[in-house]
């Protein structure tokens, strides 16, 4: 039998390939991550022309915490020969398709990267943990990592019409020529996705086709919180502070901050407008109908078209509307590991609420057993920043730090000029 693994990930999304990437260098440790597609990729369904990432392209693999790593983004850059044209571009906000064939590429020179692999359960040994790999069989490790990611949700009135004209924006790209052909389209949820999918219809459907709708819960259309000093939310310093907070407390900030996580690039707004105006040259307004405030509250389907019922939040108003299709930009949530970690379930301990419990070094808090760690399926116990990809890099190095037991990747103490909690007072 083999020696078991000194640590094993489930899930390659960009969480666990820093993971991979920081830990390569590390001499001696045997390490492997199994991912159940067939191959990287990035949020395929919303890879639409000209959308960005929201963070800078130093949030990177590795960068962050190891910038002379060979799996940088620069280092992607030299390799393909595109380091002067990125020079003189001055863009610190990379296309979401470059960013996607980054992470294929570092993928694709980390051997421990396993494709079409499918972990269907991990159990305690003993000794080790044992996961349940389909097909590779039975793998053995110290120290698992889950990076298994988010699924998309849609809402309760609209989940029995999904695939029958109702899809999430997630599967946006294969439906959108059937987007663009239906005569009246309703598109639900105002984050980024919703008014990218928005943008991307607007811009395409031929004028004076039908209806294309914009509604949203949110009272308003509101922009990402994008300043300097609110954006130390995402450093460490904040989930240090944050993680430090008792578990009602933390559940009450979360929601109270989701202007950083939930909202729309100032950008997108101003390009939103830009498309709307240019529909008004020579008069007359756009076929469009922009509805904030609005949720929908029931939906049926008739004669090939879904009836929407709506009530407006604040004003407590009713109405129905017929649309042809629906995009739900609604978001997604931390995807269920309960099947994952069936095995272990008498061994995770769970806050009130039925949630990992999670320890600030990101390791499950478990009765018996060996280090099981867990990226981005922590939001309740690190804070808004738990999918941010400006902290992947930190994440991993703290993971790989407590799994070799020494410091491999030196980290900063202080991250903002923002002092987070009354401590010591400067
Ligand atoms: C469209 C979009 C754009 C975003 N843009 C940004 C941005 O610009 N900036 C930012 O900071 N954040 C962004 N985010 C948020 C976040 O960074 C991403 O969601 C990111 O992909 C999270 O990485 P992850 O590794 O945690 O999960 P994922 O990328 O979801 O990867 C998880 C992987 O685990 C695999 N998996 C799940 N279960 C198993 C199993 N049992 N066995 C094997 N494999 C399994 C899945 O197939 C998946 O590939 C964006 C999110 C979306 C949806």
């Known amino acids: 039998m083999d020696p078991p693994l000194d640590l094993a990930g489930v899930g390659i999304g960009p969480a666990n390939l820093s993971l991979a990437a ?101 159990r305690w040994a003993g000794d080790v943990f044992e996961l349940d790999v389909e097909p590779a069989g039975v793998v053995r490790a110290r120290a698992v990592v889950l990076g298994v990611g988010t699924e998309p949700v849609l809402p309760a009135p609209l ?19 059937r987007l663009l052909a239906a005569p009246d389209v309703t598109v639900v949820g105002s984050g980024q996705s919703g008014a990218e999918v928005f943008l991307d219809l607007l811009r395409a459907r031929p004028s004076g086709h039908g209806t294309l709708r914009w509604l949203t819960r949110t009272p308003a259309y509101a922009p990402m919180e994008y300043s300097k ?28 901050q989701w202007q950083l996580y939930k909202a729309i690039s100032a950008e997108t707004i101003a390009e939103i407008h830009d498309e709307l105006y240019r529909r008004t040259v020579g008069g007359g307004w756009p076929n469009t109908a922009l509805l ?92 808004v920043g738990a999918p941010d990809l400006g902290l992947v890099a930190w994440r991993s190095a703290r993971i790989l730090n407590t799994v070799c037991g020494r410091e491999v990747h030196r980290l900063p103490a202080r991250t903002a000029f923002t002092t987070f909690g009354l401590g010591e007072v400067p």
Do not use: K
Request: net charge negative.
């Open 22 to 122: 920081l830990a390569a260098p590390v001499d001696g440790l045997r390490t492997a991550f199994f991912e159940q597609s067939p191959r990287f990729r990035w949020h395929p369904g919303l890879m639409i022309d000209g959308t960005t990432l929201q963070v800078p392209f130093l949030a990177d693999l590795v960068s962050l915490v190891d910038p002379v790593n060979p799996l940088s983004f620069l280092a992607y850059l030299r390799d393909r020969e595109r380091l002067f044209p990125f020079y003189l571009a001055e863009n610190f906000h990379i296309p979401r398709a470059e960013y996607d064939d980054y992470c294929a590429w570092a993928s694709a020179r980390l051997p421990a990267c396993r494709y079409g692999q499918r972990v269907r359960s991990v």
């Open 159 to 177: 989940e029995p019409l999904a695939g029958n004209g109702v899809v999430h924006s997630a599967d946006y790209l294969p439906a959108r020529r």
């Open 229 to 256: 000093l609110g954006l130390e939310q995402f450093t460490p310093d904040y989930v240090r502070f944050f993680h430090g907070l008792d578990e009602p407390t933390r559940d009450r900030l979360v929601p109270a």
């Open 292 to 383: 904030p405030g609005v949720e929908v509250v029931a939906a049926g389907e008739g004669d090939g078209r879904i009836e929407l019922s709506l009530r407006h939040v604040a004003q407590g108003a009713a109405a129905s509307v017929r649309t042809d299709a629906v995009v739900c930009a609604t978001g997604y949530r931390e995807r269920d590991t309960a099947a994952l970690l069936a095995p272990l379930a008498d061994l995770v301990e769970r806050d009130a609420a039925g949630r990992l419990a999670v320890d600030a070094d990101y390791r499950v808090r478990l009765r018996a057993g060996g280090p099981l760690f867990v990226q981005n399926a922590e939001r309740h116990t690190h804070g």
